[in-house]
Antibody, heavy 125, light 106 residues
């Protein structure tokens, strides 16, 4: 059964770049049946979709974050990554990586059927 | 832009009772609607997709219905492990998520 695990620094200084990696185990990140997403959740608040990458390398980002976000994939390591630049305290949140299954949702969209456990990132000096 | 509105924001229910959660879309999303459950300190879990199809391993007490703009998640007999926040999501268009409904113990 596929599992996702986020990793990266739990503390980032303001104006720096937040970098997280999601390691996929139990399945191949290269399968054309899936897309790979990042979602975040500030404490006590709702879910915010950050962006996704498909196996072709094509990406889509939240319009409000687009200028600061980069999502990439490393098929040799079965990982995908998130970079968020120029962070502020407003970027403090739990960050989740997740998989979307095209056979479930029918499209490369916003649905997620498998989630990582999440990692807390705090932006503070 | 499609706006997803969930109601109520908080639902107080006794164990064993039925819970009915609503989700409304500002324009039709056909049946491209999912429901997620999130317990404190945990990642969301997919419950329902296609408005009414239970995801793998989801108990039969969870059911989804609706199409177009009006959707409902029903939990037929609430168990202790069902007290959580539930999010609806239209997964074809931006932005995806509703604001959530918290189901709490009455």
């Amino acid at each position: 059964q596929v599992q996702l695990q986020e990793s990266g620094p739990g503390l980032v200084k303001p104006s720096q770049t937040l970098s997280l990696t999601c390691t996929v185990s139990g399945g191949s990140i290269s399968s054309g049946s899936y897309y790979w997403s990042w979602i975040r959740q500030p404490a006590g608040k709702g879910l915010e979709w950050i962006g996704r990458i498909y196996t072709s390398g094509s990406t889509n980002y939240n319009p409000s974050l687009k200028s600061r976000v980069t999502i990439s994939v490393d098929t040799s390591k079965n990982q995908f990554s998130l970079k968020l630049s120029s962070v502020t305290a407003a970027d403090t949140a739990v960050y989740y990586c997740a998989r979307g299954d095209i056979t479930i949702f029918g499209v490369v969209g916003y649905g997620m059927d498998v989630w990582g456990q999440g990692t807390t990132v705090t932006v503070s000096s | 832009e499609i706006v997803m509105t969930q109601s109520p924001a908080t639902l107080s229910v006794s164990p064993g009772e039925r819970a009915t959660l609503s989700c409304r879309a500002s324009q039709s999303v056909s049946s491209n609607l999912a429901w997620y459950q999130q317990k404190p300190g945990q990642a969301p879990r997919l419950l329902i997709y296609g408005a009414s199809t239970r995801a793998t391993g989801i108990p039969a007490r969870f059911s989804g219905s609706g199409s177009g703009t009006e959707f409902t998640l029903t939990i037929s007999s609430l168990q202790s492990e069902d007290f959580a926040v539930y999010y609806c999501q239209q997964y074809n268009n931006w932005p995806p998520f509703g604001g959530g409904t918290k189901v709490e113990i009455k």
